[in-house]
């Protein structure tokens, strides 16, 4: 995925090819093509970050089961995190304005959406060692249940702010 660019543009046939020859044509289907690569990649992100919130749900479930109702409370507020965060990316503005929407995404703020897309699937993947953690402290029956959730809530609570910092990139809010 470190070429997000080419995740559309790499299955066009020649016809579609020779249509964006058409003067005026090659940068409408140019952005529309980062629409879809756009799409595509949320879709992905999102369905990442819900295996994660089925697992924990797991653990929650295998918890209760144990009676450790104070570790499933600490665990829902990451769940709860992920869940908001999945949602919100799922339901995203695209990385790309058409000419009539209100809110204009510029070719340096496409860059830095797709520095916060890559950024994303490394959470993603930060997130599944957290989560792991968790569901080894959970069958350890030590005392690292609570240094475990704690770093799955940070993580969680890094996933949501780095989903407001790119929905800054798209409204123009943001610097960075």
């Known amino acids: 995925m470190e070429n997000l660019k080419d995740l559309v543009g790499s299955g066009k046939n020649g016809f579609q090819k020779l ?12 952005k529309e093509d980062r629409r879809d690569t756009d799409k595509i990649v949320r879709e992905t992100i999102a369905k990442r970050f819900e295996e ?17 109702l104070a570790a499933v409370s600490e665990l829902e507020t990451a769940a709860l995190k992920i869940r908001q965060f999945t949602d919100r990316i799922k339901n995203a503005s695209y990385g790309y304005a058409g000419m009539m929407d209100v809110v204009k995404v510029d070719d340096a703020a496409l860059e830095q959406l797709y520095d916060y897309d890559l950024y994303l699937f490394k959470l993603s993947e930060t997130l599944q060692e957290s989560v792991t953690a968790v569901e080894n ?4 029956n030590d005392n690292s249940m609570a240094a ?13 702010t780095a989903y407001n910092r790119r929905a800054e990139v798209i409204t123009g809010t943001i610097n960075s």
């Open 148 to 160: 475990a959730t704690d770093a799955l809530v940070k993580v969680s609570q890094d996933c949501v």
């Open 52 to 68: 994660q919130w089925t697992r924990i749900g797991a653990i929650q479930r295998d918890l209760i089961k144990k009676g450790d």
């Open 19 to 30: 249509i964006e020859k058409i003067p005026g044509i090659r940068g409408y289907k140019q």
């Open 137 to 140: 402290a959970a069958s350890a």
